[in-house]
């Protein structure tokens, strides 16, 4: 269900979620290279998503390589960060070694990340990554969403993607390309309102509200303006799985007829009902980084991996704990998927990897909006990691005055 008091996927629901580890000072994120060593990087690829995973006995949790899937972040007691292979980390029972405890920082915008064995906090320095006594210094790190806040917004009757042209006009299409990119932002002045932005063009979408009488409803359109003018919307759980796109500034809902024209207004209910799918950066699969260093595997392609896992959504493309449904989204991309690798579907590729959390059953978590994660901490903070480290906004740091 939609926690509708954080607008945001509930860690405490979905146990773990995708997301970069940001320096906000030097603009650098925590990286898991090819080989596994650990560096600080200025780019937002695949190598840079971490997945955070909550023990819920303690309330702790284990960070790992979103492209390394066993390669666990560890520290020592001298303040080396370094990865290691969660399968060994078990064996030798040292499994503490890659415990983190996430708090809100003491003094600065952002959170701490405090190594639970060593008591020491994760901290940039001289360009590298590394854990320090005290929060003094870089010790201020931002948890951002891995799809940026990045989606495909698409009409679940219709099965087209809103699309934006090069003359701002707003239309629909069967594609997942470019113009059919939105960067679905909270507005950080009023919880639960949002701007919506074309990521190709940069124009913002906006409702003409609906139209007036004796009017054409071809009028009832919608349009894309400067920032200026950027107009705001709600993210609400339809009665259906997916979401209501509600237009703030004229209280009526984004729909999507049987022509594919998109509108705010109309009586049908099922044309309103959106969904949005998230939209990752590319990673290299298993398989990819053994033949990029040189194993002897199968040719290196890189491979966009699973959006991140928002049930409702994963859920409405088809993938299922009873398989992937005859005649869904999911059985098109697994047939797509299919023929382009020679007749079998690649394990850790999209559809195996969305079919694995579509199996999972974890439910309506986040139901309406992997977009709605809130500006805490100073940026674009992942508040289902922040949530689900339970009561932030009291906690103090310990040995923090």
Known sequence: MLNL????????????????????????????????????????NGWEVWRFIKDEKSGNFHITSWTHDQKVLCSNSK???????????????????????????????GIVIKSVKHGRFLSFSDQNLCTSDGTEGDTDWHLEPAHRNQFFISSKCQDKRLSCTKQNN???HKNRKTWEKWVIEPTNKELGH?????????????SLGLPKLGSSSKDNKLMVTDESKKQHWKILPSPDEGVLVQSVEHGINLSCDKNGMVVTG????????????????????????????????????VTVA???????????????????AAGSVGAGMMSAEAIAAGGSIAAGGTVATLQSIGAAGLGMAGASAAATVGAVAGGLTSCGVAAAAGGLKNEQVAGTS
């Open 306 to 324: 699973a959006p991140f896992a928002v049930m409702s959504y994963v859920g409405a493309m088809g993938f299922g704990a009873s398989g992937i």
């Open 194 to 206: 949002f701007t919506i932005r074309s990521l190709e063009h940069g124009g913002y979408l906006g």
């Open 5 to 44: 008091n954080y607008c945001h996927p509930c860690m405490g629901e979905s146990g773990s979620e995708l997301c970069f580890i940001s320096h906000p000072k030097h603009r650098m994120r925590a990286s898991c290279g090819p080989n596994g060593s650990i560096r600080m990087k200025d780019t937002w």
């Open 79 to 109: 303040g080396r960060v370094y990865s290691h292979d969660k399968t060994k980390l078990v064996e030798g029972d040292n499994l503490m070694q890659g415990e983190w405890k996430i708090a809100i920082h003491p003094e600065k915008h």
């Open 170 to 172: 707003v239309t629909t």
């Open 266 to 301: 109309g009586d049908v209910i099922d044309n309103q009902i959106w969904t949005l799918e998230p939209i990752m950066t590319s990673t290299l699969s298993h398989k990819n980084i053994l033949s990029w260093l040189g194993i002897g595997v199968a040719t290196a392609a």
